[in-house]
């Protein structure tokens, strides 16, 4: 059988997620504490923005909405079968966006979506898309994680990993936040908020816990905080400038 270094990233979202599984599994303590702390970042900055917003684009949706995202946004997925609980959906790639520039108020990409795909050309097709003075909401794991930690891709500004999914072989690219920062800025945006976690089960991760028992100890994420820019995950709001 093919391992998930021997396949191209495509290849493995679609084994992954081709057939319309759930993003979230509730069982999977490691992203039911990411999805935690989407929603909790969401809740606290984007959600009077996105009350105010009457374009929005979740891209990369997968089959489950959020709370805090407004029924009339376009669901915008790869895989068609992610889309079916969508009022409104459309099937493509986040790197080449089907949509007429200028098209949106608000662009969502949580998820770690972005670690599926190309920064610079994703990012890129955000900013065509959003109308000047939109803002976007990006979620993506890092390069600079403590589970990276003394190795050869900690820090590298892009790198392929493989990982664990709820269990399943996984691949993703990382990126380190100055590569995200350097991409942002090129594209006209500018940072408003932004916040880092997992990073006590990234430590514990990277000295040999498991996935699901790193994670139970996220909760000490908020004694590290001095150590945020070593957490797994790293969420920003951006305005497009």
């Not at 009457?54 to 997925?77: E, H, M, N, R």
């Not at 990006?138 to 900690?154: D, G, K, N, V």
């Not at 945006?189 to 000295?207: G, M």
């Amino acid at each position: 059988m093919l391992q998930s270094d021997d396949l191209p990233i495509k290849k493995i979202i679609e084994r992954l997620y081709g057939d319309g599984q759930a993003i979230w599994d509730a069982h999977d303590r490691w992203n039911r504490y990411k999805r935690a702390g989407i929603d909790g970042f969401a809740k606290e900055f984007v959600s009077p923005l996105l009350a105010r917003s009457k374009s929005v684009l979740d891209a990369g949706c997968g089959c489950q909405p959020y709370s805090w995202t407004p029924p009339l946004s376009i669901g915008f997925d790869i895989f068609e079968k992610q889309l079916a609980a969508r009022q409104l959906g459309v099937v493509g790639d986040v790197s080449r966006l089907p949509f007429r520039d200028g098209s949106f108020e608000f662009i969502i990409c949580v998820a770690s979506v972005m670690n599926y795909v190309p920064a610079l050309e994703t990012i890129s097709e955000f900013s065509r898309t959003l109308r000047q003075g939109g803002h976007l909401l990006l979620h993506y794991e890092t390069s600079t994680s403590f589970e990276h930690f003394l190795t050869r891709r900690w820090g590298a500004p892009v790198t392929r990993i493989n990982t664990l999914n709820n269990g399943r072989e996984d691949a993703v690219w990382v990126y380190s936040s100055e590569y995200i920062d350097s991409v942002l800025t090129l594209n006209g945006f500018r940072v408003l908020k932004q916040r880092f976690f997992h990073i006590a089960s990234a430590l514990l991760l990277r000295v040999g816990f498991s996935q699901q028992r790193a994670a139970g100890l996220a909760a000490l994420d908020c004694a590290l905080k001095p150590f945020d820019r070593l957490g797994d995950d790293r969420i920003i709001l951006a305005e497009k400038l």
